[in-house]
């Protein structure tokens, strides 16, 4: 193995540029930002890694008009799908061999309860991320490959590790327990960790700056309802708890997932319908939630069907309303006082329909919708409760790849700041 020299971190700093990875199973979403301005540079994703038809969509945003490249064809796996995405960030002379690129961000989904912060990524931390694949087995392997490659590309950079589940770890040990035997929950450290905690923390920050107050302030009730969907308390800015647990299944009804069940429900399956723990896996995972209920997991084409009068997906709208509303129920027992309840990522921006069911029926919570500003089409953060209303409710557009962007500049400046030397990536794994 080939350590690398320690790096003055000043070198890195006087640079201001970020990459943003995330990185799935199958894909990498990138994207490129210059943080004098907090601006986007460059964005693209590449998917269906490893298969025949593979794709890279990359949009250079530093010109006038924002014209997406195209490329088709196999890409075999994610250390040529990043040498294409720098391939086509060079081309738009933004290439990542550039001095200006400070540091790469990486999205990491399970951080357990070792890593509370963003944190640069050492041998050790990558160790780290391995043992916790056992709790994310779908997403931190792909989490580490491209951190990895990364790290091969760039190895005197700073490569920044920002977890879905640190915003979390100030959840109360009575939100986080389950109610299992001690021991045995230790031993496999089961616990409830919550996930999209990247987007909790922005979206729970926004909120306090549209009601005009720090986030300190306030309590605020998150909805992140995209094809994964999770809610949570936030109360003076620390999450006090959150739906998903120890993987990302727990909780609300989600695109493919079917969210809080009795555990007995998995007994049964192997017990009486014979499956296997796998097949049980798929269902609960991947062939349950909206896409079980109708066949459809496109919160669109649910209400498509709606308005011609299509019965399953009707009831499979209103499973999953009905989830939402206990929960925003639940968590405003849990906050005491609530300033706003706020919904965000894909269905969460884009559905009127949902917010204003969510929100029916509880004007004794204080939560009311104004039907003409729900129906406002926006990409900025906005009030769709009256004037009158003692709890605000709010649509506040996530931005999960600018929270790393700001996480991992921010690490860096400080370490800028305390002189001291930044720890890159090894190579030769
Ligand atoms: P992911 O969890 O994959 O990041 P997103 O936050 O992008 O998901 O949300 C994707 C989901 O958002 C889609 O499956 C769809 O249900 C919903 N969605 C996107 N656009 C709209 C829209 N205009 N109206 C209603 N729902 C939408």
């Known amino acids: 193995m080939t350590t690398t020299p320690p790096k003055k971190a000043s070198a890195a700093v006087q640079a201001r540029r970020v990459l943003v990875l995330n990185s799935g199973s199958s894909s990498v979403k990138y994207q490129l930002l210059d943080m004098n301005d907090r601006s986007r540079l460059a964005i693209g994703l590449v998917e269906r890694i490893g298969e025949t038809t593979s794709r890279l969509l990359h949009t250079p945003l530093t010109g006038g008009d924002a014209e997406t490249r195209e490329r088709t064809g196999r890409i075999a796996d994610h250390a040529a799908a990043l040498k294409a995405a720098a391939e086509e960030l060079a081309a738009d002379g933004l290439g990542l061999d550039s001095p200006e690129l400070a540091a790469i961000g ?152 079917s969210g809080d069940i009795d555990p007995a429900v998995t007994f049964h399956l192997k017990r009486v319908a014979g499956m296997s723990t796998d097949e049980i896996d798929v269902l609960l995972n991947k062939k349950s939630g909206l896409v079980g209920l109708c066949g459809d997991n496109d919160m669109r084409e649910i209400r498509r069907r709606i308005d011609e009068g299509d019965e399953r997906a009707a009831l499979a709208f209103d499973i999953y309303v009905h989830r939402l509303k206990k929960y925003i129920g639940a968590y405003s027992a849990v906050l005491g006082r609530v300033d706003a309840v706020v919904f965000t990522a894909g269905v969460g921006e884009n559905s009127a329909p949902v917010r204003e069911a969510a929100i029916a029926g509880l004007e004794e919570l204080g939560l009311v919708v104004d039907a003409g500003l729900n129906a406002v089409r926006s990409g900025e953060p906005r009030l769709i409760s009256p004037n009158y209303a003692r709890v605000a409710v709010a649509v506040v557009p996530t931005d999960e790849e600018l929270e790393i962007a700001d996480q991992t500049f921010a690490l860096v400046g400080r370490a800028e700041s305390a002189g001291q030397e930044m720890p890159v990536g090894q190579v030769d794994n």
């Open 106 to 257: 990486h999205r990491v989904v399970h951080g357990g309860l070792r890593f509370t912060e963003p944190t640069v990524v050492t041998d050790e931390v990558l160790k780290e991320i391995e043992r916790l694949v056992p709790v994310a087995p779908l997403h931190n392997p792909a989490n580490i490959t491209g951190i990895r490659t990364a790290q091969a590309m760039r190895p005197d950079l700073p490569q920044v590790a920002v977890f879905d589940t640190a915003f979390h770890t100030t959840m109360p040990e009575y939100a986080a327990r389950y109610a299992i035997d001690v021991e045995t929950a230790d031993a496999h450290r089961i616990r409830r960790y919550g996930f999209h905690g990247t987007s909790h923390a922005y979206v729970s920050r926004k909120a306090a700056e549209l009601l005009g107050r720090t986030p300190e302030e306030v309590n605020v009730i998150v909805l992140h309802l995209g094809n994964g969907a999770s809610a949570s308390a936030v109360a003076g800015g620390r999450c006090v708890e959150t739906s998903m647990g120890l993987t990302p299944l727990e909780g609300l009804v989600m695109g493919t997932r």
